[in-house]
């Protein structure tokens, strides 16, 4: 059976120590979609395990085929957010003392006179 041949070569791949990241996801995904599609098109709870044991996420699109991601690049995007809203935090902050100054040395301005 082919899901099983797909599953057998990525163990072998998973567990070899020295492949890619990459090539592990690509295993992984051929295995995925030999699995789903010898499923109906239904992903088990099982094969969602292994993608999650393995930092990934499995879906099917819309043409049934698995679609396996990276699960790592959420914490990265939020992350980058978070990193965004501090620096606009900051520059904020530092408008927010500009005109604070501008206002005080505008009411020093006026008494002087």
């Known amino acids: 059976m082919m899901a099983d041949a797909a599953k057998r070569d990525y163990q072998i791949i998973r567990d070899a120590g020295t492949t ?12 995925a979609s030999a699995a789903i599609a ?7 709870a099982e094969l969602r395990a292994q993608a999650a044991a393995q930092g990934m996420g499995v879906a099917v699109d819309e043409a049934g085929h698995a ?3 990276s699960l790592s690049a959420i ?3 939020a992350d980058a957010a978070t990193e965004a809203m501090r620096k606009t935090r900051e520059e ?7 005109v604070v100054a ?3 040395n ?3 301005e006026k ?3």
């Open 20 to 31: 890619a990241a990459r090539d592990k996801q690509a295993a992984f995904e051929k295995y």
């Open 38 to 44: 010898a499923n109906g098109g239904v992903v088990t």
């Open 67 to 69: 679609v396996v991601k």
């Open 75 to 77: 914490p990265a995007a």
């Open 92 to 98: 904020a902050e530092k408008t927010a003392s500009a």
């Open 102 to 104: 501008v206002v005080k």
């Open 106 to 108: 505008s009411a020093v």
């Open 111 to 113: 008494t002087q006179r």
